[in-house]
């Protein structure tokens, strides 16, 4: 178990850039998550996936953001266009389902728009 | 539409006394619900997680939890608290009779005040 790993640590862009952010979950973890978490505030849920098919996307989610996780290991998450109100911690997790189930959570990517 | 509430954004407590967290939630079937941890700079702990079974679950650090159906709720407790528990905490559910997503509440910020 090496834990779920989120690459870049930080990011900071120019508004109107695109960015993409990678996790690499716990290897038999067959459900990823995406949240979004601003400071003091709880994770915003953003999407996740089971296995290679993407189960839900918030609805407050514009469609600027896509991710994707084409092989059921790793996952992306790419926002297009950015703007400075997309500035967050991006947090990427994995679980098992049934019994085991629990979240184990990246370090997450911090992104600022500027 | 399963949701989490945390009514109290802060709660204080002096260093030795009993602390409580409240969580409440709302699903339309049965729950798996779940307590995390965000020391500052730091990432998400899992503290302890209710599956089925005993009411009563035990976690990380000395920390308890008790599911009360009739009430919808999912109270953290500690009976004698450390200036070390000190932190935000998040309540978190998933509605398992319809396997939908693990969504978090909005969080409390816990001060043990020595």
């Known amino acids: 178990d090496t834990g779920v790993s989120q690459d870049p640590r930080h990011k900071i862009t120019k508004r109107g850039q695109n960015v993409t952010f990678r996790c690499d979950p716990i290897?038999?973890?067959?459900?990823l998550y995406w949240y979004r978490q601003t400071l003091g505030q709880g994770p915003e849920f953003l999407t996740y996936f089971q296995n290679e098919a993407q189960l839900e996307k918030s609805r407050l989610l514009s469609d600027r953001f896509s991710a994707e996780r084409p092989k059921g290991s790793f996952s992306t998450l790419e926002i297009q266009r950015t703007e400075q109100g997309d500035s967050a911690m991006y947090l990427c997790?994995?679980?098992?389902?049934?019994?085991?189930?629990?979240?184990?959570f990246g370090s997450g990517t911090q992104l600022s728009v500027l | 539409a399963q949701s989490v509430a945390q009514p109290e954004d802060q709660v204080n407590v002096a260093e030795g006394n009993p602390l409580t967290v409240k969580c409440t939630y709302s699903?339309?079937?049965?729950?798996?619900l779940f307590w995390y941890v965000q020391y500052p700079n730091r990432g998400l702990q899992f503290l302890l997680k209710y599956i089925t079974g005993d009411n009563l679950v035990k976690g990380s650090y000395g920390f308890e939890a008790e599911f009360n159906k009739s009430q919808t709720s999912f109270h953290l407790k500690k009976p004698s608290a450390l200036v070390s528990d000190s932190a935000l905490y998040f309540c978190a559910v998933r509605d398992i009779s319809r396997d939908d997503k693990i969504i978090f509440g909005k969080g409390t910020r816990l001060h043990i005040l020595p």
């Open positions: 290897s038999e973890h067959n459900r």
């Open positions: 997790a994995s679980s098992s389902q049934g019994a085991n189930e629990k979240l184990f």
């Open positions: 699903v339309s079937g049965n729950p798996y």
